[in-house]
């Protein structure tokens, strides 16, 4: 009998010890559990965030490289606009051979077009006379009442003019002209020169270039009677002299 209590106890014991081996596994494994899913929030907080923090900086960027690519097409329609202001405003070739009196700016006009405005605007071909100097080509070389404000060249060319005039030209136009050349134009009266003060040097080598000198009843009086102009470069007659007359204002 005793045996038996004793060994009812002992299984008893075991049995017991069994079952709180078995609570203490399964309460720590829900704790380990628990320690995870802890651990895990932060976690999955913190990439959400950074989630939503590159998400904004790519809008943000992408923003701004919109931006970007608006203001250079902005600022390329501003230098085309200012591309063609500057060539409707600026000539490409100063063409102005003389160093007193009135000036006129003008422009060149393309090789191959040899003909001088008219009055009242259009074109007409030069009877003027020509000539070559080692590789320049002059030609066109006449007098006139005036020069274009377009290109430079002759206008009104005659061999006749009025002692009231006001100016008196001396025009011709230069294919392949060199920088460094000196222009310049002596005037005569009946034979003897009245009047060669003005000069022009060349600054830079043109393949078309008008130019011109004149006269004015201020640096020469116009006299009535027979007259003569000789265009020169670097001292050498270009040419014969161009003869015209002075006839009396009616």
Same mark, same amino acid.
């Given at each position: 009998?005793?045996? +038996?209590?004793?060994?009812?106890?002992?299984?008893?014991?075991?049995?017991?010890?069994?079952?709180?081996?078995?609570?203490?596994?399964?309460?720590?494994?829900?704790?380990?559990?628990?320690?995870?899913?802890?651990?895990?929030?932060?976690?999955?907080?913190?990439?959400?965030? +950074?989630?939503?923090?590159?998400?904004?900086?790519?809008?943000?960027?992408?923003?701004?490289?919109?931006?970007?690519?608006?203001?250079?097409?902005?600022?390329?329609?501003?230098?085309?606009?200012?591309?063609?202001?500057?060539?409707?405003?600026?000539?490409?070739?100063?063409?102005?051979?003389?160093?007193?009196?009135?000036?006129?700016?003008?422009?060149?006009?393309?090789?191959?077009?040899?003909?001088?405005?008219?009055?009242?605007?259009?074109?007409?071909?030069? +009877?003027?006379?020509?000539?070559?100097?080692?590789?320049?080509?002059?030609?066109?070389?006449?007098?006139?009442?005036?020069?274009?404000?377009?290109?430079?060249?002759?206008?009104?060319?005659?061999?006749?003019?009025?002692?009231?005039?006001?100016?008196?030209?001396?025009?011709?136009?230069?294919?392949?002209?060199?920088?460094?050349?000196?222009?310049?134009?002596?005037?005569?009266?009946?034979?003897?020169?009245?009047?060669?003060?003005?000069?022009?040097?060349?600054?830079?080598?043109?393949?078309?270039?008008?130019?011109?000198?004149?006269?004015?009843?201020?640096?020469?009086?116009?006299?009535?009677?027979?007259?003569?102009?000789? +265009?020169?470069?670097?001292?050498?007659?270009?040419?014969?002299?161009?003869?015209?007359?002075?006839?009396?204002?009616?």
């Amino acid at each position: 009998m005793n045996q +038996l209590i004793t060994r009812f106890f002992i299984c008893g014991t075991l049995l017991l010890v069994l079952i709180l081996a078995s609570a203490c596994s399964v309460l720590g494994g829900q704790n380990e559990i628990s320690t995870g899913v802890a651990q895990m929030t932060p976690v999955e907080a913190e990439s959400t965030a +950074l989630i939503a923090t590159m998400e904004a900086q790519g809008t943000q960027v992408a923003q701004t490289a919109v931006a970007a690519e608006t203001y250079i097409v902005q600022m390329e329609g501003i230098n085309q606009q200012l591309l063609l202001t500057m060539r409707a405003v600026i000539p490409p070739t100063q063409q102005i051979v003389q160093t007193s009196g009135e000036v006129i700016e003008g422009m060149n006009e393309p090789i191959g077009v040899p003909s001088v405005g008219t009055p009242d605007g259009s074109s007409s071909m030069s +009877l003027g006379g020509s000539a070559v100097i080692g590789g320049t080509q002059f030609v066109q070389i006449s007098t006139a009442r005036g020069v274009s404000e377009v290109d430079g060249c002759a206008l009104d060319t005659t061999t006749t003019f009025m002692s009231n005039e006001s100016f008196i030209y001396i025009t011709a136009r230069a294919y392949n002209i060199s920088a460094g050349a000196v222009m310049s134009a002596a005037w005569s009266y009946n034979g003897a020169v009245v009047y060669a003060l003005d000069s022009f040097t060349v600054e830079q080598n043109d393949d078309d270039f008008c130019l011109w000198f004149y006269i004015d009843p201020a640096s020469v009086p116009f006299s009535v009677g027979q007259w003569s102009v000789q +265009l020169l470069m670097n001292g050498t007659p270009v040419g014969q002299p161009v003869n015209f007359v002075i006839e009396e204002a009616m």
